[in-house]
């Protein structure tokens, strides 16, 4: 009896299972006046990549000033699933930002892969930035009036800021102050 023997090369990659990973391709820039802005992730797939794989995806605000279901189109944070058909190495995850005139800090996001099907996951999130582009108001000193002492601030200042705002003589002018009593 004859016995064929075959001898069969493997790349390594294909000796190892998929595994997934993401990370941010672009995804720290401004989030704009108006419309939407796309903030993008790039999942890469390694390994044996005969097979289809997946995973679902969710976006949460992240870091010391979250982003809110607010800042992302259609005001609700984003999710889905990255789905590869056999051979495919790369998807790109596109998190839609909407655009506002609202003076706020810059806002973090964190996207999240979960519940792998056909792989494990490597690197399983990736963070992004929006960064404020919006200009806080301005004032002068005829926007300013006193009553009773205390000072009212009026005119132009149209924009809600939500960090502390100082004010000193220097800005305001001493003379100004010193008319109201403020030393």
Known sequence: TWYNYYLVEFEASQLQSPS???????????????????????????GDTSGA???????????????????FTG?????????????ETSKTITVN????NTVEPDEGLTVTLSSPTGATL???????????????????????TDAANQFVFG??????VR????FNQALLGSSALSARGVS
């Open 20 to 46: 997934l990973s993401i990370a941010a391709l672009s995804a720290d820039k401004t989030e704009g006046q108006s419309g939407s802005t796309g903030y993008t992730f790039t999942v890469t797939r390694s």
């Open 163 to 166: 960090s502390a705002v100082n």
């Open 97 to 100: 930002v909407a655009g506002d």
């Open 122 to 144: 490597e690197t399983s999130s990736a963070t992004g930035t929006i960064r404020n582009d919006d200009a806080g108001g301005a004032f002068s000193n005829s926007d300013i």
């Open 53 to 71: 794989s997946s995973a679902a995806w969710a976006v949460t605000g992240s870091g010391t000033n979250a982003a809110s279901a607010s800042d």
């Open 155 to 160: 005119g132009n200042l149209y924009q809600l």
């Open 75 to 87: 005001g609700s944070l984003p999710s889905g699933t990255v789905s590869f058909a056999a051979g």
